[in-house]
């Protein structure tokens, strides 16, 4: 991987394996390390030149790998990135439903880049932006919506198949909320 950012993607991918080993609890270890490496970033950002959009792609692109390189629950690493980027970004006045949607798709797009299970990360997203839109005051069903459309838009640049292994997670109610989906245009041709 040779973008300008895989230091970040490096350092997250290192804490996250870090913190799980260390702790065992892979959501929270995911939230932690993902919070604080967002809301350093997101400070220096007018200093280096990096967006938030980018510092998001890195610590999410990051976590889903370090989750992966340890083995780690894809669905609770997936709702420890998603919490752990709101709450990161929520300082930077971010618009909260782009955000979702953008984690989403950097994590489902870097989870079929590790053969990860898109199944489990596709769940653990939409939980995790449940999760952070009860802690920010926007609508859950909202916010699932957007992870959910943001998961399925990065499965539609993988294959037919991810886009029916993700549908198939995210059109279950999760945490009792039912997902409105707006179908992705696939990326590749149908034959």
């Known amino acids: 991987m040779n973008t300008k950012h895989s230091g970040m993607i490096e350092t997250v991918k290192d804490g996250i394996v870090a913190a799980i080993k260390g702790t065992g609890d892979i959501v929270q270890a995911t939230v932690d390390t993902i919070t604080k490496m967002l ?47 709101l709450r990161g970004t929520k300082e930077a006045g971010t618009e909260v439903m782009g955000t979702i949607s953008h984690t989403a798709h950097v994590a489902i797009r870097d989870t079929a880049e590790v053969g990860g299970d898109l199944e489990a990360a596709a769940t653990g997203l939409v939980q995790g932006a449940i999760e952070g839109a009860k802690e920010l005051g926007v609508s859950a069903e909202e916010a699932a919506s957007a992870a959910a459309n943001g998961a399925l838009k990065a499965a539609g640049s993988v294959s037919s198949t991810a886009v029916e292994t993700v549908r198939k997670a995210v059109t279950k109610p999760i945490n009792g909320v039912k997902v409105a989906l707006k179908e992705p245009e696939l990326a590749m041709s149908q034959n």
């Open 39 to 85: 809301s350093t970033t997101i400070k220096d950002t007018g200093k280096v030149g990096t967006s938030v959009t980018d510092a998001i792609a890195d610590v999410a692109s990051g976590a889903v790998r370090g989750a992966a390189q340890v083995g780690a629950d894809l669905t609770k690493a997936a709702k420890g990135i998603m919490v752990g980027v």
